[in-house]
């Protein structure tokens, strides 16, 4: 329990890139947070955070499993705290052409992107309903709008988010409840290098900041809008070719950015 008067966010994926920056932005205007990830980095992270004055408590919980996400969520519930805004934002990625991926790795990409957003969507939003309060922003992509070759599994994911998050915005438009889905264009996190693409031409490739991307998302969740496309004015442009364009046209261009080999190679791919 607290007595903290301040508002009250968690933030999924905090332990680095577009989450991190997430969970600073919540600090910088003053909620106190839970922050979650998998890995021993999300301490570092949530001593960064404290940094800012406020109060952080952060939870390892691994979102590939159903144990995880119950874990996460039974640490909120102990914190005995309303909780005002939620950033579900942990995602995985995994690059090459679909017949040569592992399929556990394809299992991970759909148990961490969907299946902990749905399962943490949906204790959050009840939650949030009952009190008539509360606002989710769910990290989707601009891959939502664009078949993936040798990334089908993870563009897939994105659209999935991306249908939920609209969906459930429109069934809680006349609530005090907020759902945005944010969506990046290729942004310069450790995304890449986890999902084996540093050799393609999106992985080595200038990439958008983390920062500005957060800042846009932060400030759509705040302003209850229902998506946002996030990052540079090439990454919105791209988004917006992407309403009018055909889909095998979208497929095309995923093939040439995301295709093996189509980049410059990075320093770890030598190994
Ligand atoms: N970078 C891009 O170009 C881009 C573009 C559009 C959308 N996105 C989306 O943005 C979100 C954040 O990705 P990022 O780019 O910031 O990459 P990132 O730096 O690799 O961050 C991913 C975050 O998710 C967490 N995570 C991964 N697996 C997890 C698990 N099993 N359980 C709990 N947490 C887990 C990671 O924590 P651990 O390190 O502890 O595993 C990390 O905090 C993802 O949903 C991604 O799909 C990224």
């Known amino acids: 329990m607290t007595t903290s008067t301040r508002p009250f966010a968690v933030v999924t994926g905090a332990s680095s890139g577009i989450g991190y920056e997430l969970a600073r932005e919540f600090a910088e205007h003053g909620f106190d947070l839970l922050v979650n990830a998998e890995d021993g980095g999300l301490a570092a ?6 940094g800012h004055g406020v109060a952080v408590t952060d939870v ?6 159903h144990h995880g996400v119950d874990t996460l969520w039974s640490a909120i519930a102990a914190t005995g705290r309303p909780v005002d805004a939620a ?7 995994r ?8 399929l556990d790795d394809e299992f991970e990409i759909i148990d961490v992107n969907i299946t902990a957003t749905v399962h943490l ?6 939650e949030m309903a009952a009190r008539d309060e509360g606002r989710i922003l769910i990290t989707s992509s601009i891959a939502a709008t664009m078949p993936g070759p040798f990334q089908a599994v993870y563009n897939a994911s994105k659209s999935f988010l991306q249908s939920f998050a609209q969906a459930l915005q ?10 945005t889905a944010l969506m990046p264009g290729p942004t310069d996190t450790d995304f890449f290098r986890r999902a084996g693409m ?46 009018v364009l055909p889909d095998s046209a979208k497929a095309g261009t995923h093939r040439r950015m995301a295709e093996p080999g189509s980049g410059v190679p990075g320093p770890d791919d030598a190994a």
Do not use: Y
Not at 121 to 126: E, G, H, S, V, Y
């Open 45 to 50: 992270a949530a001593e960064e955070l404290r």
């Open 60 to 65: 390892r919980a691994d979102l590939r499993t």
């Open 87 to 93: 950033a579900l934002n942990a995602g995985v990625g």
């Open 95 to 102: 690059g090459g052409p679909f017949l040569d991926t592992g």
């Open 121 to 126: 969507a949906k204790r959050l939003l009840r």
């Open 170 to 179: 429109n069934e809680l438009k006349d609530t005090g409840v907020t759902v």
């Open 198 to 243: 540093q050799d393609t031409k999106v992985g080595s490739g200038h990439k958008d900041d983390p920062a500005q991307v957060a800042r846009q998302g932060f400030d759509a969740l705040m302003a209850g809008k229902d998506k946002i496309i996030a990052g540079s004015l090439k990454t919105r442009a791209q988004g917006l070719a992407n309403k």
